[in-house]
């Protein structure tokens, strides 16, 4: 039945208290001494210590809700309906205690008899070779074997380089055949939004000696990892995230804000997501301490800033406008997060000092723009000029390219692209040196956000041709 979002995390909290869990707030989105990570982007990561017995956990069982960013999904936000830059997960972690029997069972417990959720719709994907996983699935929480699905290495394995690793066992939700692909081949484990994977329990069981040699833990850990805004999106039949009863209210304000309907256009809609989710996780980031700056993570604030400027000119809004949008985000997520309330202030400025500069920034290039056309006869604008609006004023190639077009010009994009490419390598090769490894999963975090500089673009003008 419907349950709004702040319901459904303290229905979880609760429940894993209720089975001898510690509930610990949320940590800081800037990770501890740990210079591996960027920003935290699942809930077992700002207790890696605890899982290597580094640090003694404060109690062997603990549950949290936690802020994640996770930027390396950017250009798949507001594309698909399931992936947003910022959202809470939601976890319960043993350190050596419980292990797969109990975390399966109280998984399923949760779903079906806490929220109700019709073991029909349900299906469980294990590692393929993790035959326990299955027995336990099927004969002590009674799944349909019909409901189980073996995937391989890529997705139900966890590891990252040498370490603790294992198997994991994923809990997906079928929304049903609209939301499907159409293809013979869709199923558990397809990439469209119809079987969408909600829980994911890993099951931390091996140590790998760093040449693939596995060894089983004395005391295996589980970590467990379900997306709030996922739930909520399964459990109160919306479309996406977007339209999860929280989110839904900022992105109702930055349609009014526009004035653009909602519904009314598929490539507006997708500016329409982005906004509402680089603005959530913008907030959050700023909140938490991050500044916007030309490297590490000021560098991604300072781009998520600039794209939901971007897709707000694609919506036709002229003026800035986020700093505005944040007093929704407070009011819709202080119940949870009081600290953002009390930094309402600073976040706000922070937002429109960065706005302001990014329009004083385009209307420079503008102005460049403009001058190169007046000056030259040439039918083509040069990759390199291309490349100095893109790169120093913001300049999405579409917009250059819709520019030169009411002047009956066009633009070298090879050349544009190939200095794209270039500057992407050398960012890489300097990071190399930077030492940054192991269980980071988002080492290539910035150069997914450069490359947002057109991919972005060209997604969305992929999706606008499917509709
Ligand atoms: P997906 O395959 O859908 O990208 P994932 O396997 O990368 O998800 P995990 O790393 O297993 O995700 O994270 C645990 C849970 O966090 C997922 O099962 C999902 O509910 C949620 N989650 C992951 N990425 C996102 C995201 N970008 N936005 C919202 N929720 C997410
Ligand atoms: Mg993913
Ligand atoms: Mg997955
Ligand atoms: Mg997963």
């Given at each position: 039945q419907w349950t709004g979002l702040n319901d459904l995390r303290e229905k979880y909290l609760s429940f894993f208290e209720s089975k001898g869990h510690l509930r610990l707030p949320s940590f800081p989105l800037i990770p501890k001494d740990d210079n591996s990570l960027l920003l935290i982007n699942s809930g077992m990561a700002p207790m890696k210590k605890y899982f290597t017995g580094e640090v003694t956990p404060p109690r062997k069982r603990v549950t949290t809700c936690q802020k994640c960013i996770r930027t390396p999904d950017i250009e798949r936000v507001g594309i698909t309906a399931r992936h947003g830059t910022f959202f809470e997960m939601l976890g319960n972690f043993s350190?050596?205690?419980?292990?797969?029997?109990?975390?399966?069972?109280?998984?399923?417990?949760?779903?079906?008899?806490?929220?109700?959720?019709?073991?029909?719709?349900?299906?469980?994907?294990?590692?393929?070779?993790?035959?326990?996983?299955?027995?336990?699935?099927?004969?002590?929480?009674?799944?349909?074997?019909?409901?189980?699905?073996?995937?391989?290495?890529?997705?139900?394995?966890?590891?990252?380089?040498?370490?603790?690793?294992?198997?994991?066992?994923e809990i997906y939700f079928d929304r049903g055949e609209k939301y499907g692909c159409g293809k013979p081949t869709c199923g558990v484990g397809c990439d469209c939004d119809r079987y969408v994977e909600v829980w994911n329990l890993v099951f931390t069981q091996f140590e790998n000696d760093g040449n693939n040699n596995y060894t089983p833990l004395d005391h295996p850990n589980i970590d467990t990892g379900m997306g709030l805004e996922r739930l909520a999106c399964v459990m109160q039949g919306v479309d996406n995230l977007f339209l999860v009863d929280t989110v839904q209210n900022i992105m109702k304000h930055i349609s009014r804000i526009a004035n653009v309907q909602y519904g009314a256009d598929e490539k507006s809609d997708v500016s329409l997501r982005v906004i509402t989710d680089h603005i959530r996780s913008t907030t959050f980031m700023i909140s938490d301490g991050v500044m916007p700056s030309n490297e590490g993570r000021g560098y991604v604030l300072r781009r998520l800033l600039r794209r939901a400027a971007r897709h707000g000119r694609l919506l036709g809004i002229n003026h800035p406008f986020l700093a505005d949008v944040v007093d929704t985000v407070i009011h819709e997520n202080e119940c949870a997060y009081p600290e953002l309330r009390e930094k309402s202030a600073m976040i706000k400025k922070v937002i429109a000092f960065e706005e302001e500069n990014f329009y004083k920034t385009i209307d420079k290039g503008f102005a460049l723009l403009n001058d190169i056309i007046d000056r030259t006869d040439a039918k083509v604008l040069s990759g390199e000029d291309a490349f100095l609006l893109s790169d120093?004023?913001?300049?999405?190639?579409?917009?250059?390219?819709?520019?030169?077009?009411?002047?009956?010009?066009?633009?070298?994009?090879?050349?544009?692209?190939?200095?794209?490419?270039?500057?992407?390598?050398?960012?890489?090769?300097?990071?190399?040196?930077?030492?940054?490894?192991?269980?980071?999963?988002?080492?290539?975090?910035?150069?997914?956000?450069?490359?947002?500089?057109?991919?972005?673009?060209?997604?969305?003008?992929a999706t606008a041709k499917v509709t």
């Open positions: 350190f050596g205690d419980y292990f797969k029997k109990e975390a399966t069972a109280w998984a399923w417990e949760f779903f079906t008899k806490v929220l109700e959720m019709p073991a029909d719709r349900l299906y469980i994907s294990i590692y393929q070779d993790d035959d326990e996983a299955f027995d336990i699935w099927t004969k002590q929480n009674g799944v349909d074997p019909s409901h189980m699905v073996r995937l391989g290495r890529e997705d139900n394995f966890w590891e990252h380089g040498s370490g603790p690793c294992g198997p994991c066992s120093t004023f913001g300049f999405p190639i579409d917009l250059t390219k819709e520019i030169l077009s009411e002047k009956g010009m066009s633009v070298d994009e090879d050349r544009f692209r190939a200095l794209v490419l270039q500057q992407r390598e050398t960012a890489r090769a300097s990071r190399k040196n930077a030492g940054a490894d192991a269980w980071a999963g988002d080492s290539d975090v910035l150069d997914d956000i450069a490359k947002t500089e057109f991919v972005g673009y060209t997604g969305m003008k």
